[in-house]
């Protein structure tokens, strides 16, 4: 799988809750390259959260430190990447990521991303009256999107090895 990837990035897209940080972390460790989660960057260069990125300037801003984030981490690969759940959305950052890489979507259903973002609160995105409801328009709004990915995984409620294992079968 490593040879097919050849100098290419590998770019994990989907929601939140697909996995594409355990799973991408677990791939980037299979494949012997570097794991970079591009909202823990963010978090990094900016040294505030993401939460608090939002609340100080906006989603706008946000979206734009995201696109350069992403820009400079694709330009000095070959890496497993995994994005937040908006950056395939964005038409700059999606035609970066298919410059720079393979892109492939974790592909979720409702039940099961539920289950993985109702514990946690840092989803800004999801702070609203009804998370459930948020996130299944969501899903409405993006999934035609992030079908335009090369390769799409079914994240299913599986333990993450097995995911990881379809993961590489598919870049191959
Ligand atoms: C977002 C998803 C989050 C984070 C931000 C916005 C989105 O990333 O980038 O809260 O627009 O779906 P995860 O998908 O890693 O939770």
């Not at 490593?2 to 697909?18: K, Y």
């Not at 592909?107 to 009804?130: G, I, M, S």
């Not at 993006?142 to 390769?151: H, S």
């Amino acid at each position: 799988a490593r040879a097919a990837l050849g100098r290419r990035n590998l770019v994990f897209v989907g929601l939140m809750g697909a996995g594409k940080s355990a799973i991408g972390r677990m791939v980037a460790g299979q494949l012997g390259l570097p794991f970079v989660d591009t909202d823990m960057e963010i978090e990094r260069v900016s040294r505030m959260t993401i939460s608090e990125l939002f609340a100080a300037y906006g989603e706008d801003e946000f979206r734009a430190l995201e696109t350069r984030v992403i820009k400079r981490l694709l330009k000095s690969g070959p890496r497993v990447v995994s994005t937040g759940g908006g950056a395939f959305i964005n038409e700059r950052t999606r035609k970066q990521i298919e410059r720079g890489g393979i892109s492939l979507w974790l592909n979720a259903d409702l039940d099961v991303l539920w289950e993985r973002v109702n514990k946690r609160d840092h989803r800004p995105l999801l702070k609203t009256e009804n998370p459930k409801k948020t996130l299944e328009d969501l899903m409405q709004k993006r999934y035609p999107i992030y079908a335009l990915a090369d390769i799409t995984v079914l994240s299913r409620d599986v333990r993450k090895e097995v995911i990881a294992n379809e993961v590489l079968a598919a870049i191959i």
